[in-house]
């Protein structure tokens, strides 16, 4: 009844309140304005009661009729309408009002908040005027440049009223107003980046910089002036709206400073780090902060990049916040010590104080953690919105919480500061997070080359962003530290490499020494959080942060010891209850495992703890795997410390589900395995089906991606293993879905798919087999590729080419069986349904490809899985490819034919890959159909790469490779395809033209396809007969060949598309097939290789175009431009020692044997017409080309000597003539010296 005449009364007063037209006239103001403000506190009152407000459209009526004109801002009603304002749209619920309702509105605040903050007496007006503000702002997030000049200009109302002294309570409401201003949309700030557009204006980016970094510099206020709830909401205002400059506005901020102002927060209430200490304080709000642009007085803004992320953590590009709390719930208690040693580095404790922590984790620690409360998960707190206006007390005197009103779906945080809910603990650990963040998103916005500025002020004084990781209780603020650190990390390779670690004194600290201290102290300080840690969030924040510190970390320049403790820690959570901290800890392994350049550390690590095996790789498929037994663990400590670490475990069910079946099951007996092979096939061959679900499928894939770790870099240690290795390959691939026990515990021996489900292996099943397939045959990629590679060592292999010959013929016979067969089945000749039927392999394959349901979910999961699988036939080595004999070769080659004409262009990119890598086999060029498959790869490549707008990048890239490797090759299938065809060429003139203009496209595609199109263009174009090249519709294209490799190889800053041009002119030159000296083209080739030898920058592309000038055959072939390329070679020879670019000292002597190689043959084609010719030349170059002449002479080989005994030979033939002329005589004794053999001397 109550709410019912509660109801009526606001209808009729609405109805009131909409029927006022105009202002109080002067005649009747005082009672006029009485009156309205009376009709506008009942309406508040009203509104208070009533729970939800249904009419939309009246709520809209009602805030245009505030702001229509019937008060003034500066009136003594603002306040009033104001308080009317804010309780209106606070129950608005999802509606939002129109943008040009919500644009009359702020610009109506911001004028009475003008007006009222000037006078005295007025805080409770201006009090109410900033809620109505933060309301609105929080309804609309994006405004035009007219909103955000009258907020945050030079003469903005929220800057005036931080900076004229007001009430702590109303700054702390003008920031959070400043919050909710800064805030846009993503959709704006991804327009805003496409378009270089600015989302703010410059002015308004200034002033807030300015007076947020003077609030944050500013001493901390007297408690009876400011309750210390309020400042700090004021301050995790002012951190969350630098955050947000800084994403929104990168260009016009200044990274140091706000790093400066942000790092004292970063420590703010935890124990031992007085605030003011830390902060460098200042007298007032005014900062020094130029209006300007930052980028002129901060070199850290100066590279701001918005940099696409690829890698490995799968980061989200910042957004602007809405919010300055990500932490819901209480503080963790803090951890001060482990065992009696301190976590803080109030003084960095040395690195050694490892060795006498337990290496039981700090969740595995016993009774004083098993009745430790549980910390909540990191979840996003509620969002709510601002109090009602009868909430509006001083926070001193409040003692009851406020009743807050949730609305689904908005992002926004604001536990408002007047309702005095939340605990100070809560507050000051939101506040260290926002710094955190701050700080995160400058180090991200500067870039890579530009954020190591940042390392010393954050990770090598005390206190650093290692003292937050460890003695934090707050999880989120962990996490947040972490991520800063993983910022740091991420792309950091090249800097770390300057870490160095060494004992000399010198008078100042240099860069190299701080990064390989503080790399030190980051491994112990990791070290330390893992044994701390028990929060499932922060301790996969903490093994990211490990793995790519050992991505990113040159191990070779350090003392050892960093990764023996960093495994030791790590090998724990490998067995983890929750499976996520499970793939994590394989992760950091598979990092461990990839360290390049290899170290000893490691290598001793690995062979500590392996139990030695019998050296055999006999009858890899009837290998079983071992039973489980009691894992064996490097660092292990007593057995009887163990089992009751083991045990507390259990009882606390902290360790995975199958470790308790292991220790029932243990034998006596030892694995031949390491530990960490032990482990990985634990979990891949695990027994316990109930504890395969959700997550662990991760576990898995990372325990296949440690295997692949494993063989592609360690094989010597571990190739007495790789039967098990084979084993699990094998199981692994033969993954299927688990079949629905509903649709199975009916079937009968006359059901379908009775022999199916039978013959399904238990040894894996799991909930998502497909990308553990997929990732099997990486695992057996991985392992043939190793093998590969380690038999290339000759007699340091550790593998015999009898093992690799029979490891290939287990694959082709096991795992890779299944793509042989559905080849078969699905060649063009391949028969009838009828036929496939009648026979069973055949029919098998078809089984497999129309089992959806057992082998993969769907028509992408199976296409993945045959992809992966034929992509393993890429690492054949030509000798055993010959070894595996004519029957396996046919069906190889066969296979990868139906591969390269497949339908699907996955299929068709991995039969193209592996055709680039056999195709200059002598067994698939002497192969009946290895003609036939080289014009198909030529076909589906050129359609590839013809078609650029449907393919993706890696595609096309991998198109032009296979390319060029396959058109290089040409000549060898020529004696072939005559044998069989007499009446044809290899390629006929369309698909010469095909491959040229194909070519000549990807010469201008992107810089990395770019290099393989100028080989597939050279060795297109040298292949050319004559004949071929005065064809009219292949003359054109070989023209344009001709300009494309002069223009690559003469411009452009990719010094290895002009190094592979400078290759494919030399090709077309020394092919013998073309009539070079008719040619047109060839005066314009000469030229542009000789300006290359002689003064080019770069020595690689003047060795190669000093190669290519060197491959013409005879004089004839020179032309008149053989005067000219004298003199370039002894120019560039001349020259060759002036060196511009240090790096190129490397190659300065080989470019010095290849001219004077050049000088040899040029020697050898001389007559004596041209011995007059260059009698002045040789005179001139005669003292500096001797000695090096006579050094090349000691340096070449013998096989490459041959030029110069024909050199010395017709120069001897020369001077035997009678009759010489003295320039002639002058010049061959000048050249009978120079190409003298210095055997004599």
């Not at 602007?320 to 301190?342: F, I, K, Q, Y």
């Not at 929060?535 to 942060?545: D, I, S």
């Not at 703890?609 to 894992?631: I, K, N």
Request: hydrophobic share 40%; net charge negative.
């Amino acid at each position: 009844m109550a709410s019912h005449m509660t109801q009526e009364k606001w209808n009729d007063l609405v109805v009131s309140f909409l029927g006022v037209k105009e202002p109080p006239e002067s005649g009747g103001e005082e009672e006029a304005e009485a009156g309205l403000a009376t009709m506008l506190t009942e309406l508040c009152h009203c509104s208070t009661k009533l729970r939800i407000m249904y009419d939309h459209r009246q709520i809209h009526l009602l805030v245009g009729q505030c702001v229509s004109g019937i008060v003034s801002p500066g009136s003594a009603l603002a306040r009033q309408t104001s308080q009317f304002l804010a309780s209106l749209l606070r129950r608005q619920g999802g509606m939002s009002i129109p943008s040009g309702t919500s644009d009359k509105v702020i610009a109506w605040l911001s004028s009475a908040l003008q007006c009222h903050v000037r006078e005295p007496n007025s805080s409770q007006t201006v009090r109410q005027i900033l809620r109505a503000l933060a309301a609105v702002l929080q309804d609309a997030p994006d405004h035009t440049d007219e909103i955000y000049l009258s907020l945050a200009g030079s003469k903005g109302s929220l800057i005036y009223t931080l900076e004229s002294g007001s009430l702590w309570q109303n700054q702390a409401l003008a920031m959070q107003c400043l919050h909710l201003l800064t805030y846009v949309t993503p959709e704006v700030i991804t327009e805003a980046r496409q378009h270089d557009d600015e989302i703010f204006p410059s002015e308004v980016v200034s002033n807030i910089q300015r007076i947020v970094i003077g609030i944050l510099k500013q001493p901390l206020p007297i408690p009876d002036l400011c309750p210390h709830k309020v400042y700090l909401h004021l301050v995790a205002s002012s951190l969350s709206v630098l955050y947000n400059l800084v994403v929104c506005a990168p260009n016009d901020v200044l990274g140091n400073v706000i790093v400066s102002a942000c790092h004292p927060f970063v420590f703010y209430g935890l124990p031992g780090f007085p605030h003011s200490e830390l902060v460098q304080h200042t007298t007032g709000t005014e900062v020094d902060i130029s209006p300007s642009s930052g980028m002129e007085s901060d070199s850290s803004s100066r590279s701001y990049t918005n940099r696409n992320r690829r890698k490995r953590l799968r980061r989200k590009r910042a957004q602007p916040s809405r919010s300055t709390s990500d932490c819901d719930g209480g503080p963790c208690p803090l951890v001060a010590a482990v065992d009696g040693v301190g976590l803080g580095l109030r003084g960095p404790p040395p690195a050694t104080a490892l060795a006498s922590v337990p290496l039981k984790p700090q969740w595995a620690r016993g009774k004083q953690l098993a009745n430790a409360e549980e910390e909540k998960p990191l979840v996003l707190s509620p969002p709510v919105k601002a109090p009602d206006a009868e909430s509006v007390l001083e926070p001193a005197l409040q003692d009851k919480n406020v009743v807050e009103i949730t609305v689904s779906g908005s992002e926004t945080d604001h536990s408002d500061f007047e309702g005095g809910g939340e605990k100070e603990t809560t507050l000051m650990a939101r506040v260290r997070q926002c710094s955190l963040q701050a700080i995160n998103a400058v180090i991200d916005k500067v870039g890579k080359q530009h954020k190591f500025s940042y390392w010393p002020p954050l990770m090598c004084q005390t206190p650093s962003l290692m003292t937050s990781v460890l003695k934090d209780p707050s999880p989120s603020v962990r996490m947040a530290s972490l991520q800063v650190i993983n910022t740091f990390l991420i792309d950091s390779s090249q800097v770390l490499t300057l870490a160095v670690e060494n004992e000399g004194k010198s008078s100042y600290t240099t860069l190299g020494h701080q990064l390989g201290t503080s790399l030190r102290e980051l491994h112990r300080c990791m070290a330390l959080a893992l044994l701390s840690e028990k929060f499932p969030g922060a301790l996969v924040r903490t093994l990211k942060t490990i793995e790519l510190l050992v991505e990113n970390v040159n191990y070779s320049k350090l003392k050892p010891g960093l990764l023996t403790k960093i495994v030791t820690h790590v090998k724990y959570f490998m067995r983890y209850k929750e499976a996520v901290v499970q793939a994590n800890a394989f992760s950091v392994m598979v990092s461990v495992l990839m360290i390049k350049p290899q170290i000893q550390e490691l290598r001793d690590l690995l062979v500590r703890y392996q139990t030695p095996a019998p050296p055999t790789l006999t009858t890899p498929p009837e290998v079983m795997p071992p039973p489980s037994m009691e894992e064996e663990l490097p660092g292990e400590e007593d057995d009887e410390a163990e089992t009751n670490m083991k045990k507390e475990m259990e009882r606390m069910n902290l360790l995975s589900e199958d470790e308790e079946e292991k220790a029932e099951g243990k034998t006596q007996a030892r694995s031949m395995v390491s530990w960490l092979i032990q482990r990985c096939v634990d979990s891949l061959l695990t027994p316990d089906h109930s504890a395969v679900h959700g997550i662990y499928i991760q576990v898995q894939l990372q325990s296949l991606k440690v295997l692949s770790a494993l063989v592609s870099e360690h094989l010597s240690l571990i190739h007495q293993n790789l039967p098990l290795i084979q084993h699990v390959i094998r199981v692994c691939s033969d993954a299927v879905r688990e079949p629905p026990i509903s649709k199975l515990k009916d079937q009968t021996p006359e059901s379908p798919n009775y022999e199916i489900r039978n013959s399904l292996d238990p040894a894996l099943m799991s909930p998502d087999p497909g990308v553990v397939v997929e990732h099997a045959y990486t695992l057996l990629g991985s392992l043939l590729g190793a093998v590969k590679a380690d038999l290339d060592k000759g007699n340091e292999a550790c593998v015999s080419a009898i093992q690799v010959q029979q490891l290939w013929l287990w694959a082709l016979q096991g795992p890779l069986q299944i793509l042989f067969k559905q080849a078969a089945a699905e060649q063009p000749d391949g028969g009838t349904d009828s036929d496939l039927t009648a026979d069973p392999q055949k029919q098998n394959a078809i089984n497999w490809r129309n089992r959806g349901g057992f082998r993969s979910s769907n028509h992408e999961d199976r296409l993945k899985q045959i992809v992966a699988t034929a992509t393993v036939l890429s690492h054949f080595s030509p000798s055993i490819f010959e070894s595996l004999g004519e029957e396996w070769i046919t069906k190889i080659i066969s296979t990868v034919k139906w591969l390269v004409t497949n339908s699907d262009p996955d299929l068709r990119l991995a039969g193209i890959r592996i055709m680039a890598i056999i195709v200059s086999f002598s067994s698939v060029v002497g192969n009946p159909n290895g003609v036939s498959l080289l014009q198909a790869t030529v076909v589906t490549t050129c359609n590839l790469l013809a078609q650029r707008e449907s393919n993706v990048n890696r595609d096309r890239l991998l198109a032009s490779w296979a390319l060029a490797n396959v058109s290089s090759v040409f000549e060898l299938y020529v004696d072939g395809w005559q044998h069989h065809e007499r009446t044809s060429e290899i390629l006929s003139p369309q698909l010469i033209i095909l491959l040229l203009e194909v070519g000549i496209r990807a010469c201008k595609d992107k810089g990395k396809i770019k290099p393989h199109g100028v080989r597939c263009v050279g060795n297109v174009t040298s292949f050319l007969k004559s004949q071929q090249v005065t064809d009219p519709t292949i003359a054109p294209l070989v023209s344009q060949a001709i300009d494309t490799l002069v223009l690559f190889s003469s411009t452009g800053s990719n010094m290895k598309t002009r190094w592979n041009a400078c290759h494919a002119l030399g090709n077309i030159l020394s092919s013998g097939r073309l009539p070079i000296s008719e040619i047109s083209w060839r005066s314009q080739v000469l030229n542009t290789l000789g300006k290359l030898v002689e003064s080019f920058k770069n020595y690689k592309v003047r060795i190669q175009a000093c190669s290519a000038i060197c491959s013409l055959r005879s004089r004839e072939e020179y032309g008149p431009e053989y005067f000219a390329i004298w003199r370039v070679l002894l120019h560039g020879l001349d020259n060759a020692q002036n060196i511009i670019d240090y790096q190129e000292i490397r190659h300065r002597d080989e470019l010095i044997n290849q001219i004077c190689q050049g000088i040899c043959q040029l020697s050898a084609h001389l007559t004596l017409e041209d011995a007059g010719s260059l009698c002045e030349l040789l005179q001139l170059h005669q003292d500096m080309a001797m000695p090096l002449l006579k050094k090349a002479y000691h340096s070449l080989p013998p096989e490459r000597a041959g030029h110069a005994l024909k050199a010395q030979a017709r120069v001897e033939e020369l001077l035997s003539y009678d009759a010489l002329t003295e320039a002639q005589q002058q010049a061959l004794t000048i050249l009978q010296r120079l190409t003298a053999s210095p055997t004599g001397n």
